[in-house]
């Protein structure tokens, strides 16, 4: 099947072959996609993704979102590289520096908060903004954000990437209202399932969240793998109608309640 036979997109936030951008790169690459890939300078030095570009003969721009120019320079970039307007982008960014450093929701500090809001959401509206001002997309054309359950509910150890993720799924609202109007671009976040990335593992009880969310979905954890496969519809022709949305992909875990196997582990009295 090549669900993306002729499309061309965008994809960010790819480090390591446990990324979820990895994965969905590939599964686009695999579903007929032409792809530039792009991270940070630092990213790009730390992690595998040149090995990839090179592997798939994409081609790579870094750039920091939070950052108008880099933006401009990417969007500039990919439009020169395929010749117009393109398809698709992903937005798979997220950075806390209150996680990494270890500091409680209590005790946030203020300055890494802002950090935490700018890569983690707000970098969504810089992207989104550089994309329309400069037509970069398509009729049609389809952007997908990556977000978690901890923008509805408290889960502990999240700790401000809720708030950043709060924010993101609120921009898509606001942006999907006005690109859509303007020009019937699509905007949505999936909201995964927690998954062993390098971005995952810095999620305080990581390990148990995993177990617990697995749980408690009636069809388990999806994984990156699985992410990459509902991503793929979201770029193609197939999901042209929807827009603004916060789209579970998580086996069901944020409709469960209470489960039976979970009732079982109670106390007797
Ligand atoms: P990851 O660590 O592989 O990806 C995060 C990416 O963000 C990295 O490639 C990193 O270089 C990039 N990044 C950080 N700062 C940046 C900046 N200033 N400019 C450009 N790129 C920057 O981890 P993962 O899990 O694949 O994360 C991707 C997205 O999925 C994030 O938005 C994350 O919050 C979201 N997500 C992850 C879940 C998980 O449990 N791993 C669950 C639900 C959502």
Not at 38 to 47: A, D, K, Q
Not at 73 to 92: I, Q
Not at 235 to 261: C, E, I, P, W
Request: hydrophobic share 40%; with cysteine.
């Amino acid at each position: 099947m090549e669900l993306l036979k002729g499309k061309k997109g965008i994809i960010t936030g790819a480090l390591n072959d446990k990324s979820i951008a990895w994965k969905v790169a590939e599964r686009a690459i695999a579903e007929g996609a032409e792809i530039v890939l792009t991270n940070t300078e630092l990213s790009l030095r730390m992690g595998t993704l040149n090995s990839f570009a090179e592997a798939h003969g994409c081609k790579l721009i870094a750039a920091d979102a939070t950052s108008l120019e880099d933006l401009g320079a990417l969007v500039d970039g990919a439009m020169e590289h395929f010749g117009g307007p393109f398809d698709f982008v992903l937005h798979s960014i997220g950075m806390s520096p209150n996680v990494r450093k270890g500091r409680p929701y209590e005790a946030l500090d203020y300055n890494f908060l802002s950090k935490t809001l700018d890569i983690s959401a707000i970098s969504f509206h810089k992207l989104l903004r550089t994309l329309y001002e400069k037509d970069a997309l398509k009729e049609w054309g389809s952007v997908v954000a990556l977000t978690y359950i901890a923008a509805e509910r408290t889960f502990v150890g999240y700790n401000d990437m809720a708030d950043a993720k709060a924010l993101l799924q609120s921009i898509t609202r606001s942006f999907g209202a006005i690109y859509g109007q303007a020009k019937h671009v699509r905007v949505n976040t999936v909201s995964q399932s927690p998954t062993a990335t390098t971005a995952g593992q810095g999620i305080a009880g990581m390990e148990d969240m995993l177990k617990y969310a697995d749980r408690m979905s009636p069809l388990g954890n999806a994984t990156a793998d699985d992410c990459a496969d509902y991503i793929v519809t979201l770029f193609s022709d197939y999901t042209r109608k929807v827009t603004m949305q916060n789209l579970y992909h998580d086996g069901g875990f944020s409709s469960v309640g209470l489960t039976a196997a979970e009732v079982a582990t109670f106390p007797k009295e």
